[in-house]
C-alpha cells in the first residue's frame, strides 16, 4: 500500500538557543501513521545531515523517490505505521533550504530587523538546539513520551544527545550510524574542510553573497564531493565509479582535463546543486563539529552516558570512516558497565556510512525486533 504525505509547518515565535540568542523559528514536518488516543505510540525520527523530514513515503504518485527511510517507514515495515505514529522534522539550517519542499530557519532566512538574509549573523546553532525545537513539536502535537527516538548520521547524533538531555521522555533510541560525541578524525573532512574552502573563495563573501551576480557554487560543489566521498567506502566507488582507461583521452595531455570517472562523480553532485545553500551546509558542517553530549558536564563522557535511562539499539557500519564503529561499540559497553541496558548490531557494507541509509534491508528486521519488546 503506497504511503503518502504532506508537508505541515511548525512556528515559534520566540526561540532560545543554546548561545543566549532568541529568533523566531519556522520548521517543516512531517507525520505517518495515526497518534493514538493515549498518544503513547509515538516514534521521533531524525534525519541526516543533506536530508529532510521527508523519511518515508511520497508527496504525490508521480514522485520519483520516496522518502530516505522509505524501506524501514510504512505499513507492515519494522517501523509500520499501522502502529506507529512517526514526526520527522527539518532540521534548523537545513542543507536543503532552497527546495521547496523544505521550511528551516537559518543563514538563509531573512533578518526581520535588517529585511536582508542573516548570512553569518545567524546564530551558530547546536544539536541540542535542533532537538529542543523537536521538543517543542512534539509538545504542540500533545506529546510528551515517546516509545522512540532514531535516525542515521546526524539523526543518530540527535538521537543520543535526546537521551542525555531528555532520558526520561522516551522508551529507546536506535541511532544508526552515528556516535554521542563527533570522532575528530571525520570531523577534518569532510566537515572542517569545507569551511576553510569556503574561506578562501572570493565569491563566499564573508557569507553575505545572497544578492551577488557571482554566488560560490563551485565551492559548494566540492563540499558535496568531500561529503559523497568520505560517507562512502572504497569498494562503492570502484564498482559506481569505474575507470576506463582505454577511452580516457584528454586527462593524460592535460592536467586540467578530467579522466571518465571524475566527470561521472560531477554529474552526480551537480544533481544536487540547485537546492542546497552553502551557509546552511557550512552551518551543519560546525554544528557537526561542535557535537559532544558530554560537553555540559565537563567532558566528562561517562557523567553524560550515566544519564541515559532508555533502552539503546545502536546500529554502526563496519567500513564507516566518519562514525567508526568501534567507537560504537565501546560506547555501548560503556552504558551497560553504568548499569544502563545497550547493544551493538554492526553492519557489514562496503557503501560504509551510507549503509545505515540505503540499505535499510541489512537491519530492518533487528529494528522491528527491538520496538516489538519495548
Same mark, same amino acid.
Given at each position: ?9 511548525f512556528e515559534i515565535p520566540s526561540f532560545s538557543f543554546a548561545s543566549g540568542r532568541v529568533l523566531p523559528v519556522r520548521m517543516g514536518y512531517e507525520t505517518f501513521g495515526t497518534l493514538s488516543p493515549a498518544k503513547d505510540n509515538a516514534i521521533l525520527v531524525v534525519h541526516y545531515f543533506s536530508a529532510s523530514s521527508h523519511c518515508a513515503g511520497k508527496y504525490q504518485e508521480s514522485d520519483p523517490v520516496p522518502g530516505f527511510w522509505d524501506g524501514l517507514i510504512g505499513p507492515g515495515k519494522a517501523v509500520d505505521t499501522n502502529k506507529y505514529f512517526v514526526v520527522c ?106 569551511? =576553510? &574552502?569556503?574561506? *578562501?573563495?572570493? %565569491? ?12 560560490? @557554487? +563551485? ?91 532508555? =533502552? &539503546?539499539?545502536? *546500529?554502526?557500519? %563496519? ?12 560506547? @555501548? +559497553? ?41
Amino acid at each position: 500500500m503506497a504511503l503518502y504525505t504532506q508537508k505541515k509547518i511548525f512556528e515559534i515565535p520566540s526561540f532560545s538557543f543554546a548561545s543566549g540568542r532568541v529568533l523566531p523559528v519556522r520548521m517543516g514536518y512531517e507525520t505517518f501513521g495515526t497518534l493514538s488516543p493515549a498518544k503513547d505510540n509515538a516514534i521521533l525520527v531524525v534525519h541526516y545531515f543533506s536530508a529532510s523530514s521527508h523519511c518515508a513515503g511520497k508527496y504525490q504518485e508521480s514522485d520519483p523517490v520516496p522518502g530516505f527511510w522509505d524501506g524501514l517507514i510504512g505499513p507492515g515495515k519494522a517501523v509500520d505505521t499501522n502502529k506507529y505514529f512517526v514526526v520527522c522534522s527539518d532540521n534548523l539550517c537545513n542543507c536543503g533550504a532552497k527546495n521547496p519542499t523544505v521550511v528551516a530557519t537559518g543563514p538563509m532566512t531573512t533578518d526581520p530587523s535588517t529585511g536582508k538574509p542573516y548570512g553569518l549573523r545567524f546564530p551558530v546553532p547546536e544539536v541540542l538546539d535542533v532537538v529542543n525545537t523537536q521538543k517543542l513539536l512534539l509538545e504542540s502535537l500533545g506529546i510528551t513520551h515517546l516509545k522512540a527516538v532514531m535516525g542515521p548520521s546526524f539523526g543518530a547524533m540527535a538521537s543520543w544527545q535526546w537521551a542525555v538531555a531528555y532520558p526520561d521522555m522516551m522508551d529507546a533510541i536506535i541511532p544508526v550510524i552515528g556516535t554521542p560525541r563527533l570522532p575528530v578524525w571525520g570531523g577534518f573532512n569532510p566537515l572542517q574542510y569545507a569551511i =576553510k &574552502v569556503a574561506k *578562501i573563495d572570493p %565569491r563566499f563573501q564573508g557569507g553575505d553573497y545572497y544578492d551577488k551576480p557571482e554566488q560560490p @557554487t +563551485d565551492t559548494l560543489r566540492l563540499c558535496l564531493e568531500m561529503m559523497n566521498v568520505a560517507a562512502f567506502q572504497a569498494g562503492y566507488y570502484e564498482r559506481t565509479y569505474r575507470r576506463d582507461s582505454s577511452s580516457d583521452r584528454d586527462c593524460y595531455t592535460s592536467l586540467l582535463a578530467q579522466a571518465g570517472f571524475e566527470d561521472k562523480l560531477d554529474q552526480v553532485v551537480e544533481l544536487s546543486v540547485p537546492f542546497v545553500d552553502l551557509n546552511h551546509w557550512l552551518y551543519t558542517c560546525r554544528m557537526c563539529l561542535n557535537y559532544d553530549v558530554s560537553r555540559p558536564y565537563g567532558g566528562d563522557l561517562d557523567q553524560a552516558l550515566a544519564r541515559i535511562k532508555a =533502552k &539503546v539499539l545502536a *546500529i554502526p557500519s %563496519r567500513l564507516d570512516v566518519l562514525h567508526p564503529w568501534q567507537f560504537v561499540q565501546w560506547v @555501548t +559497553d560503556r552504558i551497560t558497565w553504568l548499569g544502563g541496558s545497550a547493544e551493538c548490531y554492526p553492519i557489514d557494507s562496503d557503501m560504509g556510512h551510507m549503509a545505515g541509509i540505503l540499505q535499510t534491508h541489512i537491519f530492518d528486521n533487528k529494528v522491528r525486533d527491538f520496538l516489538s519488546r519495548l
